[in-house]
């Protein structure tokens, strides 16, 4: 079976009449009902009623008929979205991101590249950091946005900003009493819940790492998959969780920014070595851009800017430490 023989067969499906539609496929007749019948016979199924007139299908050859169609239809879109793209009539620019990347700088940057750039196709798919080299290496993306410093050397990364962590606390917890910070000694003992749960090395690593350089012993971690599992968890006083400043995402949890400026965790612009394709510059003009405005997420109090970030020009990350580099992730 081929994508001809489909034609042909929608071709006499549609005219009702093999003698019209071997008229329009400019084709003689008997060559066209040989294709069909090579059809049928490779189906193992009557498709055309042929002793009827007009002809009609039979309730396989409708069945047959409306999927055909389909596969048709999509090759002809398939078509026109290659020749578009290949004649610069439409950019695509697929974009990964951490869900934690939402509560920050994202949308607002996706909605200035959709002002900036109308005639660009721009996909938005969910990954983690890890899955997110695979994809950069793969194609399935062209950039990606994420919190873990990887070590694959075909991976070019921009640290954007270092987000300052703050722990969430059930609203009746005795350290929700202040809004004062709070040293990250506090996780002592108590129940933590981490995120995600998988796929690893993730934000959840990187928490527990930092928890581990300071001798600090939670009493039991809960992992979940997500940051909204595990604010609910908290508001439900199943214990607290460390979160990305920006990620303060309920009204029923207590947050307390950590007091240590070394604790944090980055936002990570990853894109292929030595991509020179126009959306890298771009993507870094509007971020500059973006903290020149200094947008309400942009809490200078809870961020850090490495190096000439300060000046609105992120910079160059540099390469992690293998193998007891810190992994984040969110």
């Not at 059809?39 to 007009?54: A, F, K, M, T, Y």
């Not at 909605?111 to 194609?139: C, M, T, W």
């Not at 510059?281 to 971020?287: R, V």
């Amino acid at each position: 079976m081929d994508i001809r023989q489909l034609k042909y067969f929608v071709a006499v499906a549609d005219a009702r009449n093999f003698t019209r539609a071997s008229e329009l496929l400019h084709i003689a007749q008997p060559p066209l009902s040989r294709q069909i019948q090579l059809l049928e016979e490779e189906l193992g199924v009557q498709l055309i009623l042929r002793n009827s007139r007009p002809l009609r299908l039979t309730e396989a050859g409708r069945t047959f008929y409306e999927q055909a169609l389909q596969i048709i239809n999509r090759l002809d879109q398939l078509k026109t979205a290659t020749r578009q793209i290949g004649l610069n009539q439409q950019r695509t620019l697929s974009i990964g991101f951490v869900a934690s990347t939402l509560y920050g700088g994202l949308p607002m940057l996706v909605r200035k590249l959709r002002q900036h750039y109308p005639d660009v196709d721009i996909q938005l798919v969910e990954l983690s950091s890890q899955q997110q080299f695979a994809a950069l290496n793969s194609g399935r993306i062209d950039v990606g946005f994420g919190r873990v410093r990887g070590n694959d050397a075909t991976v070019a990364r921009t640290i954007l900003r270092e987000e300052r962590l703050v722990l969430a606390l059930p609203p009746d917890s005795p350290l929700a009493g202040e809004s004062s910070r709070i040293p990250i000694s506090a996780i002592e003992g108590q129940r933590l819940i981490v995120y995600p749960k998988e796929p690893r090395p993730s934000f959840a690593d990187h928490v527990l790492s930092l928890l581990n350089d300071h001798a600090v012993r939670p009493a039991a971690v809960h992992e979940v998959r997500e940051i909204q599992t595990a604010l609910g968890l908290v508001a439900a006083d199943s214990g607290m969780c460390v979160i990305p400043a920006s990620a303060r995402l309920r009204s029923d949890v207590h947050y307390r920014l950590i007091d240590d400026p070394r604790i944090t965790s980055p936002i990570i612009m990853s894109h292929r070595l030595n991509d020179n394709a126009w959306y890298i510059p771009a993507l870094k003009e509007m971020i500059a851009a973006m903290y020149a405005e200094n947008p309400p997420w942009l809490d200078v109090e809870q961020v850090l800017f490495p190096g000439e970030a300060l000046a609105g020009r992120p910079r160059e990350a540099p390469a992690a430490k293998p193998p007891r580099q810190r992994k984040k992730e969110s």
